[in-house]
T-cell receptor, first 116, second 115 residues
Framework: AQKVTQAQTEISVVEKEDVTLDCVYETRDTTYYLFWYKQPPSGELVFLIRRNSFDEQNEISGRYSWNFQKSTSSFNFTITASQVVDSAVYFCALSEALGGYQKVTFGTGTKLQVIP | NAGVMQNPRHLVRRRGQEARLRCSPMKGHSHVYWYRQLPEEGLKFMVYLQKENIIDESGMPKERFSAEFPKEGPSILRIQQVVRGDSAAYFC?????????????FGDGTRLSIL
């Protein structure tokens, strides 16, 4: 069965610090996708990144970077020089094809508070 | 706005009433997914629908909850005889064909509050 674990429930950092959010997943599929979403206090889900299981290249987008390691089944997310606007709940998610169709499993989220 | 549209954004019901949540998928998308987010928790899959068909309702409570996606019009998630425990954010997502390589696009959610 697919499972996503975000062991960090809440993290507080001071502005400009770097912070890494951990995500560990379980799947039996060889083809799957991993996602990160941001949920600000306003409640909507903001898509951040999608990565497929065959692409282990790390990715950087501005202050955001993602480290995908299949060997440890991890897809960690780092925010460099954090800002107050980064305060939100961040969800990691796994998508696989079960029974011929896509099914997405979300982690329980990590609440990030950036203190000015 | 060509994104997934959910309405209402906020819905307040008294215990025992019915709640109807609507979701219009992105243009060209015929696959819809509903998720529930209880307070302080992650999103949990409820049901997956294609036009006029329920494909997977394994995450849906057996009683009081139903979903449909008619040939014309939005997908509806219906909760009958609501109870306090139904208070949550309900998110809808859509994709073109439901394939694993197609990302699901999420709406902004409906926040349901039960008095």
């Amino acid at each position: 069965a697919q499972k996503v674990t975000q062991a960090q429930t809440e993290i507080s950092v001071v502005e400009k610090e770097d912070v890494t959010l951990d995500c560990v997943y379980e799947t039996r599929d060889t083809t799957y996708y991993l996602f990160w979403y941001k949920q600000p206090p306003s409640g909507e889900l903001v898509f951040l990144i999608r990565r497929n299981s065959f692409d282990e290249q790390n990715e950087i987008s501005g202050r955001y970077s993602w480290n995908f390691q299949k060997s440890t089944s991890s897809f960690n997310f780092t925010i460099t020089a954090s800002q107050v606007v980064d305060s939100a709940v961040y969800f990691c998610a796994l998508s696989e094809a079960l029974g011929g169709y896509q099914k997405v499993t979300f982690g329980t989220g990590t609440k990030l508070q950036v203190i000015p | 706005n060509a994104g997934v549209m959910q309405n209402p954004r906020h819905l307040v019901r008294r215990r025992g009433q019915e709640a109807r949540l609507r979701c219009s998928p992105m243009k060209g998308h015929s696959h819809v997914y509903w998720y529930r987010q209880l307070p302080e928790e992650g999103l949990k899959f409820m049901v997956y629908l294609q036009k006029e068909n329920i494909i997977d309702e394994s995450g849906m409570p057996k009683e009081r909850f139903s979903a449909e996606f008619p040939k014309e019009g939005p997908s509806i998630l219906r909760i009958q005889q609501v109870v306090r425990g139904d208070s949550a954010a309900y998110f809808c997502a859509s994709s073109p064909e439901g394939r694993v390589n197609q990302p699901q696009h999420f709406g902004d959610g409906t926040r349901l509050s039960i008095l």
